[in-house]
């Protein structure tokens, strides 16, 4: 396992991958290295991320640097843990160009939205400060929310009432 991650080493993967990739991609990091970017904790875990398009390029690039830099990369996208949230590529917010990569944020109402089905105390405060700094608005939250609901039978793990007392909760501690 290797240590934990800070936001110069998680702008520096962001600089060699954009080096060592040639073709054109859009890699969405989400959870902890938004976190790290955004100043909410001082640390991750691992870089989570998806990309578009798949390819092989980017793939072997990711495992050559993360033995390369020392860090954990996980892939992974809210769309793991629950229904996609519509227009979420286009909430994406922007984070840098590095070669031929863009690097955005995941849309923060979809990691909003599955770190409160998640439930665990890191992801209580990753939304505690997402509304607090205003990336993620509560009824807008409420209302994305209400969209993915009938696409829940397709997580069976996830009870969509007690979802929607945790968004509730969620709104009410900010």
């Keep these: 396992m290797r ?3 800070t936001r110069s080493q998680v702008e520096r993967f962001m ?3 954009g080096r060592a990739v040639r073709q054109p991609t859009r890699v969405y990091l989400t959870g902890g290295a938004s976190a790290v ?3 909410w904790r001082e640390t991750t875990i691992d870089v989570d991320l998806t990309f578009m398009p798949e390819g092989d390029e980017v793939f072997h690039a990711i495992a050559h640097l993360k033995e390369e830099l020392g860090i954990n990369v996980e892939l992974a996208s809210p769309s793991h843990f629950i229904p996609a949230v519509p227009g979420w590529d286009t ?3 922007f984070i840098a160009q ?3 990569i863009s690097f955005y944020h995941y ?3 979809s990691q909003a939205l599955s770190k409160i089905e998640r439930g665990h105390a890191q992801d209580r405060m990753d939304v505690a400060a997402m509304l607090k700094g205003g990336v993620v608005d509560g009824s807008q939250l409420l209302a994305l929310f209400e969209l993915i609901v009938p696409d829940l039978h397709r997580y069976p793990a996830i009870d969509p009432e007690s979802f929607r007392r945790l968004v509730a909760e969620a709104l009410e501690r900010r």
């Design 98 to 100: 590095e070669g031929p």
């Design 91 to 93: 909430r994406s917010a």
């Design 15 to 17: 600089a060699a991958l």
């Design 107 to 109: 849309d923060f109402y």
């Design 3 to 5: 240590g934990l991650s």
């Design 37 to 39: 970017l955004l100043g």
